[in-house]
Nanobody, 126 residues
């Protein structure tokens, strides 16, 4: 069974940094990947996305210039470096893979992604 496993979440203070990792049980070298998050009482929202080759990335306006998505296709792992964390960043963060399309364009649409991890909690205290 193909799996995505997130790690790296935790409790931090405002202004701190965290790096999330998402490791896939199967190769991700031809597919787009993304990070989403869901805060308590809110809908799941896109945070960042990256093309299969890592050449193009996109970010939600709320995290632009603070978060960085990257990938290592040899390790089948995607990362989300989060700097200057704020209480509004508190959420469960999910890794997602676009398994149905190879070499696809960048997408921040939830509907584009058909494989999801279980999520990792990030809590930022003020």
């Amino acid at each position: 069974q193909v799996q995505l496993v997130e790690s790296g979440g935790g409790l931090v203070q405002a202004g701190d940094s965290l790096r999330l990792s998402c490791t896939a049980s199967h190769t991700i070298r031809t597919i787009a990947m993304a990070w989403f998050r869901r805060a308590l009482g809110k809908e799941r929202e896109a945070v960042a996305a990256i093309t299969w080759n890592g050449w193009n990335t996109n970010y939600a306006d709320s995290v632009k210039d603070r978060f960085t998505i990257s990938r290592d296709n040899v390790k089948n792992t995607v990362y989300l470096e989060m700097d200057s964390l704020q209480p509004d960043d508190t959420a469960v963060y999910y890794c997602a893979a676009d398994r149905s399309h190879s070499f696809s364009d960048l997408s921040m649409s939830l509907l584009q992604y058909d494989q999801w991890g279980q999520g990792t909690q990030v809590t930022v205290s003020s």
